[in-house]
């Protein structure tokens, strides 16, 4: 586990551009911060059951949360009757989210992974992997991103689905940024919004009531790229919403949520 207190991106941040850094980006104080951030009541109630029922509607009763957080979705999922495992690259991520589950009553099943190696460390196979959270655009790397979808979908059973989500990173390369946090980012008096953006790097500050001010570096993952990688790497079917929305095209949605199913549709 990590024990530096202070996030340390060096002399220029916009040039830390490498998958293995979030490591040294979620500190302790940071993480200790997270549940301000998305406000679990909040966020419960702007998301509603959609990834409950997205799974329930497709047979998943295996889960594997790859990107467990803090604990959110593992805790709901575990609640709505779901047998979930929590993975997450972040130790203090995964120390808070048993914590968290502890408080609720759960013991989560808790493995620290690297997605890139992802089924060296969990075993057996799921009716699902979510990805959520915007956790995935961690990955710098074309090849990181590939092999991590790879490993997905081998740690799926063959009639099993990848839930995935990540920031409408589209509109704020071209448009610029404006979100209500209407969706993920529910906690009051906290102000987050990207510092830099280019085609290679969107770099966010969060700033908090107390003064406190922390920053993710993420690589800005466009929807149609993010879907393309998906097919190329074997994955059938895929359908994407915007903020929980099968219908989008009205207005910008601040994420989309990609469902990508690894079994042949006969017929397609």
């Not at 709505?80 to 808070?96: H, N, P, Q, W």
């Not at 089924?119 to 991103?145: K, P, W």
């Not at 929807?223 to 074997?234: A, Q």
């Given at each position: 586990?990590?024990?530096?207190?202070?996030?340390?991106f060096g002399?220029?941040?916009?040039q830390?551009?490498?998958t293995?850094?979030?490591?040294m980006?979620?500190?302790e104080?940071?993480?200790?911060?997270?549940d301000?951030?998305?406000?679990?009541?909040?966020?419960a109630?702007?998301?509603?059951?959609f990834?409950?029922?997205?799974?329930?509607?497709?047979?998943?009763?295996?889960?594997?949360?790859?990107?467990?957080?803090?604990g959110f979705?593992s805790?709901?999922?575990?609640?709505?009757g779901?047998?979930?495992v929590?993975?997450?690259?972040?130790?203090?991520?995964l120390c808070?989210?048993?914590e968290?589950?502890?408080?609720?009553?759960?013991?989560?099943r808790?493995v620290?992974?690297d997605?890139r190696?992802?089924?060296r460390?969990?075993?057996?196979?799921?009716?699902?992997?979510?990805?959520?959270?915007?956790?995935?655009?961690?990955?710098?790397?074309?090849?990181?991103?590939?092999?991590?979808l790879?490993?997905?979908y081998?740690?799926l059973?063959?009639?099993?689905?990848?839930?995935?989500?990540?920031r409408?990173?589209?509109a704020?390369?071209?448009?610029g940024y404006?979100?209500?946090h209407t969706?993920?980012y529910c906690?009051?008096?906290?102000?987050?919004y990207p510092?830099?953006?280019?085609?290679?790097l969107?770099?966010?500050?969060?700033?908090?009531?107390d003064?406190?001010v922390?920053?993710?570096?993420?690589?800005?993952?466009?929807?149609?790229?993010?879907?393309?990688?998906?097919?190329?790497?074997?994955?059938?079917?895929?359908?994407?919403f915007?903020?929980?929305?099968?219908?989008?095209?009205d207005?910008?949605?601040?994420?989309?949520?990609?469902?990508?199913?690894k079994?042949?549709?006969?017929?397609?």
């Amino acid at each position: 586990m990590s024990t530096a207190t202070e996030q340390d991106f060096g002399s220029d941040p916009t040039q830390v551009r490498d998958t293995d850094h979030y490591r040294m980006e979620y500190i302790e104080g940071f993480v200790d911060k997270w549940d301000d951030l998305i406000d679990w009541k909040s966020r419960a109630r702007s998301e509603g059951d959609f990834f409950i029922e997205e799974l329930k509607k497709r047979g998943a009763k295996r889960v594997l949360d790859v990107a467990t957080g803090t604990g959110f979705h593992s805790v709901r999922l575990v609640e709505a009757g779901f047998d979930v495992v929590s993975a997450d690259g972040s130790a203090e991520m995964l120390c808070k989210a048993f914590e968290n589950g502890r408080q609720r009553g759960h013991v989560l099943r808790t493995v620290q992974v690297d997605w890139r190696w992802l089924n060296r460390d969990i075993h057996g196979r799921y009716d699902a992997v979510i990805c959520l959270g915007n956790s995935f655009t961690h990955l710098f790397n074309e090849n990181d991103r590939r092999k991590a979808l790879a490993e997905f979908y081998s740690a799926l059973n063959h009639d099993g689905i990848l839930i995935l989500d990540q920031r409408n990173y589209d509109a704020i390369l071209d448009h610029g940024y404006d979100s209500k946090h209407t969706y993920y980012y529910c906690g009051d008096d906290i102000s987050v919004y990207p510092e830099h953006v280019d085609e290679g790097l969107a770099r966010f500050r969060y700033g908090f009531p107390d003064g406190s001010v922390y920053h993710l570096n993420m690589f800005p993952l466009r929807k149609e790229y993010t879907r393309r990688l998906m097919h190329e790497v074997g994955f059938q079917h895929i359908e994407t919403f915007g903020d929980f929305k099968e219908t989008y095209r009205d207005a910008d949605p601040d994420f989309f949520i990609h469902v990508a199913e690894k079994a042949y549709r006969e017929g397609e």
